[in-house]
């Protein structure tokens, strides 16, 4: 259980540092790109020291398959992270967090139906209507009410750029739903059919975590190059903050998994309901962040939605 609290308290901080980057006016592309390096280093220095040093025993096989989708789920991760700092900044953290967590509908239904696994015979009518609310849920979260507009005299000013910039963010959590479950339908993909054994998920994280390097250096160097970055010596600060719990978080959650028998079923939804609920008590304590009355129903359907999911665990 220890485990298991720490990825949850873990994968918190990790949306805790994207709405305070502004705050310090930290680049939250920068701090992004340069955290996977720092992701790197820290699963470099947990890796089986074998019979010498840490990290002795990581390599790269290229001949694998699983190699190179690793590489394409590192790019996905990449661009995946950047969607969820921009949603935290706009949205908010219990927005975003929701989005994030209730992505675990599309694995499960790749998993019923696309990838037939041994589960799918004990999915029962409750456990549609989960997949039902959770997609509700996810709609009712990011429901903003626009703002009224003050009467003036004279013609009304253009308000498209306001209207388009509105819309952009309410679609922003959508898109971290939709790449977050696309990434852990793919990893759950790769367990399936490639994963050579379970002591090689450090080596094949790392190796996710190189796809996300390569394709982060690459996207700074365009920016850098049209002139529409410039350094800073914050965001590396920003990164390690960023960093070491993004890669801690995942690895924690393998260990509870370990640690309950390899029970997924019971794990990630007690994991999803976790970070929801801390994210958004940290969001109302620290952010002062208002929930619409809309929001509390997504929020209390997105509980319920993950319940009806897993109960058949806890019966």
């Known amino acids: 259980m220890l485990f298991l609290l720490l990825s949850i308290v873990l994968s918190v901080l990790l949306l805790l540092n994207f709405r305070l980057f502004p705050r310090y006016d930290i680049n939250t592309f920068q701090a992004i790109v340069f955290n996977y390096p720092v992701c790197f280093l820290t699963g470099w220095l947990l890796m089986p020291a074998g019979e010498s040093t840490p990290g002795q025993s990581f ?31 706009r949205m908010g953290i219990t927005v975003t967090s929701l989005a ?85 339908t793919t990893i759950n993909y790769m367990n399936i059919n490639y994963i050579p054994s379970a002591d090689k998920t450090v080596q094949v994280t790392l190796t996710m975590v190189l796809g996300a390097i390569v394709a982060g250096a690459v996207m700074l160097l365009i920016r850098l190059v049209r002139g529409q970055e410039t350094l800073q010596l914050r965001s590396l600060v920003g990164a390690v903050t960023l960093g070491i719990p993004n890669f801690l978080s995942f690895y924690t959650l393998l260990l509870a998994l370990s640690a309950f028998g390899g029970n997924g079923a019971l794990v990630y939804p007690i994991y999803n309901i976790g970070v929801i609920l801390v994210a958004s008590a940290v969001a109302g304590l620290f952010f002062q962040e208002k929930l619409s009355t809309a929001n509390r129903v997504g929020l209390g359907l997105a509980v319920l939605a993950i319940g009806l999911l897993s109960w058949q665990q806890f019966v």
């Open 59 to 89: 390599s790269i096989d290229l001949h694998q398959t699983w190699t190179w989708m690793a590489f394409a789920l590192g790019v996905g991760f990449i661009v995946t992270f950047l969607l969820a700092g921009a949603s935290t900044q």
């Open 100 to 184: 994030n967590n209730l992505s675990l509908v599309i694995p499960v239904c790749f998993s019923l139906f696309v990838f037939s696994s041994g589960n799918a015979a004990r999915f029962d009518a409750l456990n549609y209507i989960g997949l039902v609310l959770a997609i509700v849920a996810v709609g009712l979260s990011t429901y903003r009410p626009s703002a009224p507009v003050a009467a003036t005299e004279g013609p009304a000013p253009d308000s498209s750029p306001k209207t388009r910039r509105s819309l952009g963010a309410v679609l922003l959590p959508v898109a971290v739903f939709l790449c977050y479950g696309a990434t852990n």
